[in-house]
């Protein structure tokens, strides 16, 4: 069946197989598994137990003549009266004046449209005049071919082929999770007799979509794990409690967790695959830095990845902090580096003379070479293609790897792309810090927030003002933080200092702004969102972020977790007078909801799985039927049963799970390359 080309079917001419290849459908499988987009009803309901304005299919009798009346050009009006279980009803149908012939009196009609709510008229958008063989139409959306004469060409494809149906899911699982048979499935997906056809067969598919989704991660999982392919590091551990001890701050519980977590895996003899989760100021880079000290005692090297200058250079001198006095060297690789410099790096990483490197995307380079490089760490991962993160990934011999987000993964998405197993999180942030404050306002309230940035920068606080961004124009977004930056220095002149950062500044002018900003040189910092990532300035409580509508929900989170770096009120002014629906749903949400975790659960309602990760990332699940955010339900059934049968031995010593398991094996060989 699936190999069998549809040009091969003596019934379908040349012209309908060339239309259905331009819909991707090639094969026999192609086409049963093409599932409608939708599902006409038209299910003959009475007067009686009809909702007004609703769309519905009624029957009845013609009670008079027709009358024509033309509205204006291109638009006329035919009405005529019916008999409709015992009620007089007025139906009415826009240019549809050809069928005037056909209704006279005592003709049967069956209309699908809508009631008004006076019960004494009928708006059709369909008129028929036989009795319906089916009620339930499927709605296919192939182009050149109409659905009636698709659902005959289903009805004798699935006649010769419904044999070669394969079902995969054992009898045990179908009669536990209530699902009907694969082949049924198909034929009920699309040749429904009644919604509960459908329904069923809907049940069907998502069920199995996600649950074989669930175990090729699982066993993917299990095999790296079981059947390794790493290097077990063995590092010092009285070294690394040596380290910790000496921190000048004790860690958080979540912190501890994770750091043990981590290095269990380095410690284990497969390759680790770890997602550190965490508020921003939660405290993920001191947990890197011991995770990196570790591999160092035992000899490798480590590097970290970051997505911007300004995140390395911040990350370079917490670094040089938190290593004092310990005999660990640590660079800063960056395609700003005079090429004396780069090379000097270079030749470092290549004889084991650099420990620890922190770098931009210039650590891809291939000139980038180590002498033995044990862990990678990429800063907010998600802002890294693929096949960047495999390029890093790719410059040593079985390298362990931990990815780092201040962007909470919703559960949903966790537990159907990593495993619970392999994600850290820490949610507790270090000291006493208060929840930040957020309000939402029009620009109207600006002497507001002019009034409050006066009292902060007053009391010897800081302030960054983040500028729209007008992500089809860079020209347009540099103009428009070059005007604020203007105003502001002209509204708060002799009061403070005001500077401008943005993504056209050259390396050395943006670091030199930061310093000042960092020594407080610079009170309010005026910026488009290049402070949304890692920008650590402990003095900045306040963030007023303008025409927040063009920012998503996790940036202006990240934005106000800029100003929650020490236990200060914080402050975040969300302004905008956007009055399009879900923006103010938005920024009315992050006004209310602090919990980042939260947000990302509401964000991904919002957006949807497809668009949560952004362009960069490569590899959203695709479904034909299930979706992750609607059928989370049944994503939490299918991901117990997958952990069941791989945790119990099931999957393996069961002959019964046989054609699962050489599903799980067959993309475990093709794929396991992706957990890197």
């Known amino acids: 069946m699936k190999n069998t080309l549809l040009s091969n079917l003596d019934y379908l001419t040349a012209k309908t197989v060339t239309t259905l290849k331009k819909h991707n459908i090639h094969t026999v499988e192609d086409l049963l598994l093409s599932f409608p987009t939708k599902f006409n009803d038209y299910t003959v309901r009475n007067i009686k137990d009809v909702v007004p304005n609703t769309n519905v299919t009624v029957a009845g009798v013609v009670q008079s003549k027709a009358m024509i009346k033309t ?22 149908i826009f240019n549809r004046q050809f069928l005037r012939p056909k209704i006279h009196y005592g003709v049967y009609v069956r209309l699908t449209g809508k009631l008004s709510d006076n019960l004494k008229s009928f708006t059709a958008a369909e008129i028929h005049f036989d009795e319906l063989s089916n009620n339930i139409t499927p709605v296919f959306n192939i182009k050149g071919i109409t659905d009636a004469k698709m659902l005959d060409i289903k009805e004798k494809v699935y006649e010769d082929f419904c044999e070669d149906l394969e079902d995969v899911l054992p009898a045990e ?36 979509e996600l649950f074989l989704y669930q175990l090729k991660i699982k066993y993917l999982l299990y095999m790296r794990k079981n059947y390794p392919q790493g290097i077990g590091i063995a590092y010092d551990r009285e070294k690394v409690a040596a380290f910790v001890s000496r921190l000048p701050f004790k860690l958080t519980a979540d912190q501890e967790r994770a750091v043990n977590e981590i290095l269990n895996d380095i410690a284990a003899p497969y390759q680790m695959n770890r997602l550190l989760q965490g508020e921003v100021g939660s405290g993920k880079t001191v947990v890197a830095a011991i995770c990196l000290y570790a591999v160092i005692t035992a000899g490798y090297q480590g590097a970290i990845m970051a997505p911007t200058e300004v995140l390395v250079q911040q990350h370079y001198q917490t670094f040089l902090r938190l290593f004092e006095g310990v005999p660990v060297k640590i660079v800063m690789l960056s395609s700003s580096l005079a090429q004396k410099d780069k090379k000097e790096i270079i030749d470092g990483l290549g004889d084991k003379d650099i420990d620890i490197v922190i770098g931009t995307h210039a650590l891809f380079q291939k000139d980038v070479v180590f002498e033995r490089l044990g862990l990678v760490i990429t800063d907010e991962e998600h802002r890294f ?108 002149q002799g009061f403070c200092e005001i500077g401008l950062i943005h993504s056209k500044l050259k390396p050395g002018d943006k670091e030199r702004v930061m310093n000042d900003f960092a020594q407080n040189k610079i009170q309010i910092l005026v910026s488009t969102s290049v402070i949304e990532v890692g920008v650590n300035v402990v003095n900045a409580t306040t963030v007023v972020v303008l ?102 031995g099931e999957l393996f010593t069961n002959p019964e799970y046989e054609k699962l398991r050489a599903i799980a094996h067959e993309n475990y060989i093709t794929k396991k390359e992706m957990l890197n």
């Open 385 to 492: 293609g693929v096949r960047q993160r495999v390029s890093i990934v790719g410059k040593g011999h079985l390298i362990d790897h931990l990815k780092m987000s201040a962007t909470p993964i919703p559960r949903t998405l966790a537990i159907s792309i990593l495993g619970e197993s392999d994600i850290s999180v820490i949610r507790t942030l270090p000291g006493c810090k208060k929840e930040p404050i957020t309000k939402y306002l029009g620009y109207r309230d600006m002497p507001e927030v002019y009034a409050h940035l006066r009292t902060m920068i007053a009391k010897g606080q800081q302030a960054y003002v983040i500028c729209p961004m007008i992500e089809e124009s860079e020209v347009m977004d540099l103009q428009n933080a070059t005007e604020v930056y203007e105003k502001f220095k002209v509204d708060f």
């Open 547 to 648: 025409d927040a509508d063009r920012f998503g929900i996790a940036q202006l989170h990240q934005m106000r977790g800029r100003v929650r770096r020490s236990d200060e009120q914080a402050y975040c002014f969300l302004v905008s007078d956007s009055n399009v629906t879900t923006a103010i749903e938005r920024l009315k949400l992050v006004a209310e909801v602090t919990d980042g975790f939260v947000l990302a659960e509401e964000d991904l309602l919002m957006r949807g799985p497809g668009d949560f990760f952004g362009e960069k990332q490569t590899g959203n699940v695709m479904f034909k039927m299930a979706d992750l955010v609607m059928d989370k339900d049944v994503l939490e059934e299918a991901n117990a049963l997958a952990d069941r049968l791989i945790a119990s």
């Open 71 to 92: 509205i204006r050009p291109k638009l006329v009006l035919l009405s005529f009266y019916a008999d409709i279980d015992g009620r007089r009803i007025r139906v009415s």
């Open 173 to 208: 699982i179908r009669e536990k999770y209530g699902l009907i048979g694969y082949r049924d499935a198909v034929r009920y997906i699309n040749i429904p007799e009644d919604d509960g056809e459908i329904a069923r067969a809907i049940r069907r598919i998502k069920f199995e």
